[in-house]
Every structure is written in C-alpha cells, then in structure tokens.
C-alpha cells in the first residue's frame, strides 16, 4: 500500500468517526429534547421553583362564658422588589424613593428617614428583587403601608411583596395561660389545650409556590391557571370550661398568699361538683422576691404526699368497714410505732370522739385507728384505695398527668410496722392536687366520681363537631351512708375544727379540710432543711354542693399551718365565687318586721331584676311606676318607657343596667370608673339621633 493510499485511509476513517460521534451527539440531544424533555423540563423548575407550606390560622379557644382566651391574629412581612415594572426606570425610583422613607420612618418610628433611604438604594444597587423592609406588621398597619409613595402604584408595579404569617396571642394574658398551653416546633411535649386537640386547632396547611432568586433568597410568585396555590383551611375551636371571672378571682388570690407567705409555688383548682368541669386553674412559680409566674403546672403534674386531706380517705375506710363510729373514742397528742413516735402539732386534745379527731386533725387518732383496725390484714385498707382508683391516672383531657403513688403490703418499699400508719395521715404516698380534689369531688357529688373536664365541645365553623360529657370513674365510691356521715364530718372541721377561725362563712356552709405536710427537698429528702406544704381542699355550699375547690401552698415562710396559709385564699375565693353566682342555692335572708323602706329599683333588665327579688325572697308585682315596698303585697316593678330618640337617665344604676337601658334605646356607651354611675354626658330626657356616643362616670 502506498504511503498516498496509507495517509487517505486514516483520513477517512477519522472523518467516519466524527461523524459517527456527531450522528451520537444529535440523537442523543434529539431524545433529551424530545423523548425526556418532560422529565428534564421539570427537575429545572424544581431547581428553581417549589412549594412551601403555608401555615393554616389556628382555631380559637374559648372559655365557659363565650370570652376568647387564645387566637391567631394576621402579622406581615413586608418584603420590596427593587426591579419592579413601575420603578424599573432609575428617574422614576430615585424621584420617588425618599418620598416613601421618609413616610415609613414617620409611621414606624424605628429608623430615621436617611437609614430606610440608605437601605432602599442599596438594594436598589445591588438588584434585590426581595429585599427585606419590616417585621410584624399588622393589619391595620399594612392598610397605611399601601398608601405610601411607590407603594401605591399596585401590586406588580410598586414592588411591595406581603407574605402573611399568623401570630398567637392570649387576649387576656397571664390568664390561665398554663392550661391553655402552646405550641412549640422546638418542644416534642404537648403543652395544655393547645398541645393536647393540635390536631383540631391546627387546620389544614396550603402551598405557595416560591422562586429562587439570586443570593438562594425564595420570594412567591403569582401561580398560573395549571398551578393554583391551595388556600389553607383555618383549624376548629375549642369550647374550654374556664370561666375568665372565676379564673381571675383564683389567680388573684392565689398570687397574693404566695407573696405574704413567700411560698416556692402553689396551686388551685376550682371545679363544678356534678359535672367535674374545671372553672379555674392557676399555677404560681416563685422566679424572684414577689414575682411569681406561671412555669409548671402542679395542678396535675406536682405528685407530693398529700398530708391531712388524705384523711377524708382513711375514715372512709374505717366506717366503710364499721371499724369505728363517729362517737368511737380515741386518744390523741402521740402514737408510738417502732422506731417512730407519731405526733400531733397542736399537741393533745385529750380522749375525743373519732369526729372531734377528725375536725381537729389528729395525727395520733388516725395512725392509731388505722393500725389498729387493719395492721393484721393491711392490705384490706389499700384494697379501699385501688377501688377508689387513686392509684391510677384519671385520663385528662390535656396532657402532663402525673402518675399517683399508692403503695401496697407487695411493695418492696412496704415497712409492715410503719408505712400503714404513716399511710393514714398522707404520707408514703404521691398524688397530685387534682387527684385529690377529685377525690373530695365525688364526696361532694354523693359517691359519684367524675374525671375533670376542661374542654366541653370542639367546633368548626359554629357546627359542633364533638361533644364532651365528664368520664364516670366510679358511679359509688363508697355506701351512701359513709358518704353523708364524711360530708358532716367535713362541715365540722369548718364549724367547728381547724377550719372555724379563718374558712368559716356564718352566710353559707362550707365543707373541707386542712392539710400540712412536711414534704421532701429533692434529692436531699426530707432530712435537708424542713419544707412544708399548706392545703385546703372541700366545696360549697356544704348543704348543696355547687363547687369543690383546692389550694395548695408549698414551703412557705414563717407559719406554715394549713388554716393560716392555706384558708384565707380558699375562703376569698369561695365567697368571690358564691356571691357571684345567682343560679347556686343560696340561703334566703333573715327579713324583720316593720321594713317599710323601698327598695331602689331602676329601669334595667326585667329578667335580671325578677332573678334577684327571687332569690331575696321578696315578691315582685308589675303593675305600677313607682318602686314601693309592701311587707302584704310585695315589690311593684314596671319599666319606664322612653320616647324613640330620649336618652334615658341612668344616674344612680350599677354598669350593667346602664348599658342595658342606653343600648335598648340605640345609644353607644363609652365609660369610665367603676361602682354606679355618678355623671353622663347627655342629660336624661334629651333628643338625639341613634347610634350617637353617650359616656357615663361611675363612682
């Protein structure tokens, strides 16, 4: 072969393979465009573009009363899109860009107007298409912000981008604020109502879809008509049994014995007897000299050993067993038991009847009683225990229960000579405060044993879609017999025991029991330096039992006795509680002969009047103008009637039957004070239109 020949073959054949390689590369960008354009078009979008989660709005929580006690409310982002179409021009930004500095600098007050000019050009240099303005705007807020130079020019020619962010608030604060709870990315454990229906409140979550831009910031996009955003779907309510008064009157109560005493923390719970739906619920933490916050909830998570209040149980027992009577004599002041001798801190009362022991909180009576009746066969008495399930968690609606401690002789704890009769006053046991009250609950409620209850329905959109009815834990916890001789023991501690000088009511009957007990320093036990923990726990009205309530104080300085520490912030309270309920039974008054004084009766709301003259006992006639007293007849009532377009005179009226009789005749109210009402703007008789503002003083 000639060299000719040799040099045209090789030419040749690496022609052939260019072409072969060129023929290999159109195929294949025929088949990326043709055959996986779809797949590759789409991994480039998703590079680019996606779909985030748009948090859905919360549901609402509500209290017993309709008031809201938590909500989500709209809070904006404000971010600027320096290339918008209407400011893409440098002459038409740059004339217009101080103008709106210095409006943001004058309505927001956080920067000067040189600082949001400052910060508009330079993302002005360097292109930002999604500049970051402000924070935490709010509704109203954001309705200003669109009127602003620039701002105005639209949506897509301003460059004004809102991304819409949903804020928690509790609109009354502190208030209950540890059974409402939170919800937290960051904490796995659900707190409160919020943790415990999440699942309800929470809704449905959107998509919006979102760009990268440069520097890997993400901004939406308008989507088009194949890829339409989803709208989140706002999450259900929750009806909670809190009543916002009640919970007040608790919380207030509480907080002011915890700074007398300079207790660590404390707790109360007041509940309703027949249906165990919890109207209040306040935990205090001490955080510094007088400052005290909600922190933990000791109401269903502080397991402490109860103390005296737990010996409601222990006489249940004995007379559930027909060990002893209430006229059964035994000794008080010390009880030996090896190696301890069981002491009263009041020291002895002498020989009395197993129900002066019980109302004077004899220590020594009840080891002794309890020992003596059960130590040959002690599991009988913890046998009365398990029945009552205080051994086992009630089932909460919401989460953080703690699990009680109830020991039994199958303990290897169990010390056969000491723990029955240490058992018999409240100690070598752990239950938290509303296990307790639940306990008192079902005495109250004549044996039967509700769980508590702190959410009644859940809706959506006004429509209930589950309704909740407390749990029957025991429907008879104990003979009928037992549970009426309990509840007058319980009168007495109040009547006549150590609750008589504090907790004792002469207008209504409450029923109860002290509690002091020594409790453990953590780790250090209770060898460390002596912690004490204050309780009272019983219900009211004793004779038809409307509420059961518990307050428990823990070491507190100085006394330490449960009547002293723990009675003053029951008894508030209790009579806060019964005097503001009309629908509770209450005594009817003492009336004298010869009382020919009228009562002072303004025009308000019929019904509310009727309401009060019944429960006062005094008879109401609706036949003439004038409020006259007669001891034969009764209390003549009649509303006055006012001309269309006549301010009424509310002078003399308490808040509510004022704004009742200006509302009624078309009148907006704004006011000022509190007690009756002393001044109004508008003179009773005058003329003018509806809907005018009238505002009234009360002193």
Avoid at 63 to 72: F, M, Q, V, W
Avoid at 200 to 218: D, F, K, P, T
Wanted: glycine share 8%; charged share 20%; aromatic share 10%.
């Amino acid at each position: 072969m000639s060299i000719r020949t040799n040099i045209l073959l090789r030419v040749y054949l690496a022609f052939g393979l260019i072409v072969l390689f060129a023929l290999a590369v159109a195929v294949q960008l025929c088949r990326v465009q043709f055959v996986q354009g779809k797949k590759w078009r789409a991994m480039a979008d998703s590079l680019s573009t996606k779909y985030v989660k748009v948090e859905a709005a919360r549901g609402n929580i509500f209290s017993y009363d309709g008031s809201l006690l938590a909500t989500s409310v709209p809070e904006y982002e404000l971010h600027m899109d320096m290339l918008a179409g209407g400011i893409a021009d440098d002459h038409i930004f740059y004339e217009k860009i101080d103008s709106l500095a210095l409006k943001m600098a004058q309505f927001f007050g956080d920067h000067s107007a040189s600082d949001y000019s400052r910060m508009f050009r330079d993302a002005r240099k360097d292109s930002s298409r999604y500049e970051l303005v402000r924070r935490n705007v709010t509704y109203q807020e954001l309705k200003q912000v669109r009127k602003f130079p620039i701002f105005n020019m639209g949506k897509y020619k301003g460059g004004l981008i809102i991304v819409q962010k949903n804020k928690r608030i509790l609109p009354f604060r502190s208030l209950a604020a540890r059974t409402i709870g939170y919800k937290n990315e960051n904490i796995t454990n659900p707190v409160g109502l919020e943790g415990a229906y999440s699942g309800y409140i929470n809704g449905e979550s959107g998509q919006r879809l979102m760009q990268r831009i440069a520097g890997g910031v993400w901004m939406p996009v308008n989507s088009n008509g194949d890829e339409e955003e989803i709208e989140p779907k706002e999450g259900a309510d929750i009806m909670s049994t809190i009543d916002v008064n009640f919970q007040d009157v608790a919380q207030k109560a509480l907080e002011k014995q915890l700074i007398k005493s300079d207790a660590d923390h404390g707790c109360v719970i007041l509940m309703e007897v027949a249906t165990g739906e919890v109207r209040a619920v306040a935990n205090y933490s001490k955080v510094s000299t007088g400052i005290y916050k909600e922190q933990f909830n000791y109401a269903i998570a502080g397991n402490q050993d109860p103390g005296s209040t737990f010996k409601l149980a222990s006489y249940m027992a004995l007379l559930e067993d027909h060990k002893v009577d209430t006229s059964t004599r035994v000794n008080t002041g010390e009880y030996r038991i090896p190696n301890h001798t069981i002491k009263d801190s009041h020291g002895s009362i002498g020989v009395v009847s197993v129900k002066r022991a019980f109302e004077e909180s004899s220590n020594a009576a009840v080891a002794f009683l309890i020992n003596n009746a059960y130590h040959n066969n002690q599991s009988q008495f913890t046998d009365h225990l398990y029945n009552w399930k205080l051994n086992e968690k009630m089932g909460l609606q919401i989460p953080g229960e703690a699990q009680p401690v109830v020991k039994n002789p199958k303990n290897k704890s169990w010390n056969k000579n000491m723990t029955l009769p240490q058992m018999a006053y409240g100690y070598e046991m752990q239950l938290t405060p509303l296990k307790m009250l639940s306990f008192y609950n079902a005495v109250a409620n004549n044996g039967k044993y509700v769980s508590p209850l702190f959410v009644r329905e859940i809706k959506r959109l006004g429509n209930t879609v589950e309704r909740f009815q407390a749990h029957v834990i025991n429907p008879q916890i104990s003979n009928p017999a037992t549970i009426k001789i309990m509840r007058e023991m319980l009168e007495g501690v109040v009547s006549e025991g150590t609750g008589k000088t504090i907790i004792n009511n002469p207008l209504y009957k409450i029923a109860g029991k002290t509690g002091t007990a020594q409790v453990a320093d953590g780790r250090a036990g209770y060898k460390a330096k002596k912690q004490y923990q204050a309780s009272f726990c019983g219900y009211f009205p004793a004779d038809h039992p409307k509420y059961s309530l518990i307050v428990v104080v823990n070491d507190p300085k100085g006394s330490y006795y449960a009547a002293q520490v723990a009675g003053p912030p029951f008894r508030e309270i209790a009579d806060k509680v019964y005097s503001s309920d009309l629908k509770m039974e209450q005594a009817a008054p003492i009336r004298l002969v010869g009382n020919t004084q009228p009562a002072k009766v303004k025009i308000g709301d019929r019904k509310a009047i009727q309401q009060v003259y019944s429960k006062l006992g005094m008879k109401p006639l609706y036949a003439s103008n004038t409020p006259v007293t007669d001891t034969s007849n009764g209390v003549a009532v009649d509303d006055v009637k006012y001309k269309k377009g006549m301010v009424p005179s509310v002078t003399g009226m308490g808040l509510s039957d004022a704004l009742y009789a200006l509302g009624n005749a078309g009148y907006k109210v704004n006011v000022r004070g509190s007690g009756v009402v002393a001044r109004q703007s508008v003179t009773g008789g005058s003329i003018i239109p509806k809907g005018s503002k009238i505002q009234i003083e009360l002193e």
